[in-house]
C-alpha cells in the first residue's frame, strides 16, 4: 500500500474512521506516516493533531480508544479508509460520530458481536464474556459444544421457550467462539453467500 503523503504541503492526509460492523462514518482526521505506522503497530488508532502539532491516539484520554480492523487508500492514494470498532463515543461531545449519528447496527447480532469484541479489547471483571474469553479458546469451544447439545435435546420436546432460549445461547457462545479466533461473523456471512451464488 502505498500513501502519498507529499501530495499535501503539511505532509497530513485526511483519514476517514468508518465503523467495521454497522459502516457509519464516524469522523475525520489526519494522520502523516509515522501516525499511521502506530497505528499498524498498536491498533489503536492515532492521528497527528494540526492544533497541538503531535502524535494524538483517539481515546487516550476518554478511554474511548477506536481499535484498528481494516485499512485501505483511495484510488489517488492520498486518502486513508480506516474500519474500526469504536469503544464508547467518538465526538468530543460525547456523541457517538461527529456527524451526530446514533452509531448503531440495524442487526442485533452486529451489535452483539461489538459488545462481545469491546469485552474481549477491554476485559472486565464483571462481564460474563470477558472472564469467558479469559479461560481460553478450549473452554470457550467447550460451551459452544455444550450448548449446541442442549439446543439438540430441547428440539426433541415443545417447549417452543425452552428451545429458542437455548438457540439464543448457542449464537451468543458462537458469537463468542468467533471472538475467541479473531474471526468476525461478517466474513462468515460471506462464506455462506458465497456457497449460495454456486
Not at 502519498?4 to 474512521?17: C, H, M, R, S, W
Not at 474500526?84 to 458481536?113: M, Q, R, W
Request: with cysteine.
Amino acid at each position: 500500500m502505498i500513501i502519498n503523503f507529499e501530495k499535501y504541503a503539511d505532509g497530513l492526509v485526511p483519514t476517514i474512521i468508518q465503523d467495521y460492523q454497522t459502516n457509519k462514518v464516524l469522523m475525520l482526521g489526519f494522520m502523516n506516516a509515522e501516525s499511521l505506522q502506530k497505528t499498524q503497530e498498536t491498533k489503536k488508532v492515532t492521528f497527528y493533531s494540526r492544533s497541538r502539532n503531535t502524535l494524538w491516539t483517539k481515546g487516550e484520554t476518554s478511554g474511548n480508544f477506536l481499535y484498528l480492523k481494516e485499512l485501505s487508500v483511495d484510488c489517488d492514494n492520498d486518502t486513508i479508509l480506516i474500519k474500526a470498532i469504536p469503544n464508547g463515543a467518538v465526538c468530543h461531545t460525547g456523541e457517538d460520530t461527529c456527524f451526530a449519528e446514533i452509531n448503531e447496527s440495524d442487526d442485533f447480532l452486529y451489535k452483539l458481536e461489538k459488545i462481545i469484541q469491546l469485552r474481549k479489547l477491554e476485559p472486565s471483571e464483571k462481564s460474563y464474556t470477558s472472564k469467558l474469553l479469559a479461560k481460553g479458546i478450549n473452554k470457550v469451544a467447550q460451551k459452544v459444544g455444550e450448548e449446541a447439545v442442549e439446543l439438540v435435546i430441547e428440539a426433541k420436546d415443545d417447549n417452543e421457550d425452552l428451545f429458542k432460549n437455548e438457540a439464543a445461547d448457542l449464537l451468543y457462545h458462537f458469537l463468542v467462539l468467533l471472538a475467541a479466533k479473531d474471526i468476525d461473523l461478517k466474513s462468515v456471512i460471506e462464506v455462506l453467500k458465497e456457497r449460495h451464488g454456486k
